[in-house]
T-cell receptor, first 113, second 112 residues
Framework: EAQVTQNPRYLITVTGKKLTVTCSQN?????MSWYRQDPGLGLRQIYY???????DKGDVPEGYKVSRKEKRNFPLILESPSPNQTSLYFC????????????FGPGTRLTVT | AQKITQTQPGMFVQEKEAVTLDCTYD???????LFWYKQPSSGEMIFLIY??????QNATEGRYSLNFQKARKSANLVISASQLGDSAMYFC?????????FGAGTRLFVKA
């Protein structure tokens, strides 16, 4: 089944404890992206990747890191999480930058206390 | 700066009636894509419909149609014959190049 998977689905952590949210797609998509969703703000793009080893900042990259060492994986790293990073996170992918439909993962709900 | 505006935080519609969800966008680019996503209470994001900036005809997908008015920079979603299962959050979004921006969303309630 073609899908985007994220792990974990739910995470409660404390301020400053490094964490990684994994994202994997099995559709051989070139383009992948991370978003955060907050009430009243919709989804905001954190980082995106056009292909392996090619990443760039979205609109809200502060406090986050990403890597794209393999085509299928695009992990989101929070080196020192803070409470303002409590949010719902989505990973998404699409075949390439010209294809506008994005396939979303199920979301990861993160709480930082 | 690119921007998406959804002016209706919440809307009610009677089952079987049509409803229009508003979306306006701001960009100086000539090439961009507009699309709508549905987010039910379960949380997943479901792609509904896409409109390219150079497409002359309005996009349609089953009960969904996109009323694209380029000069007014609007991309309203029309849902015909609303069903109870249409109750959800709806997001308008614009993709330009590598970046995507979303509106704040409209929560639609379908009444039986």
């Amino acid at each position: 089944e073609a899908q985007v998977t994220q792990n974990p689905r739910y995470l409660i952590t404390v301020t400053g404890k490094k964490l990684t949210v994994t994202c994997s797609q099995n559709m051989n998509h070139e383009y992948m992206s991370w978003y955060r969703q907050d009430p009243g703000l919709g989804l905001r793009q954190i980082y995106y990747s056009m292909n392996v080893e090619v990443t760039d900042k979205g609109d809200v990259p502060e406090g986050y890191k990403v890597s794209r060492k393999e085509k299928r994986n695009f992990p989101l790293i929070l080196e020192s999480p803070s409470p303002n990073q409590t949010s719902l996170y989505f990973c998404a992918s699409s075949p390439n930058v010209l294809n506008y439909e994005q396939y979303f993962g199920p979301g990861t709900r993160l709480t930082v206390t | 700066a690119q921007k998406i505006t959804q002016t209706q935080p919440g809307m009610f519609v009677q089952e079987k009636e049509a409803v229009t969800l508003d979306c306006t966008y701001d960009t100086s680019d000539q090439s961009y894509g507009l699309f709508w996503y549905k987010q039910p209470s379960s949380g997943e994001m479901i792609f509904l419909i896409y409109q390219g900036s150079y497409d002359e005809q309005n996009a349609t997908e089953g009960r969904y149609s996109l009323n694209f008015q380029k000069a007014r920079k609007s991309a309203n979603l029309v849902i015909s014959a609303s069903q109870l299962g249409d109750s959800a959050m709806y997001f308008c979004a614009m993709r330009r190049g590598f970046k995507t921006i979303f509106g704040a969303g409209t929560r639609l309630f379908v009444k039986a």
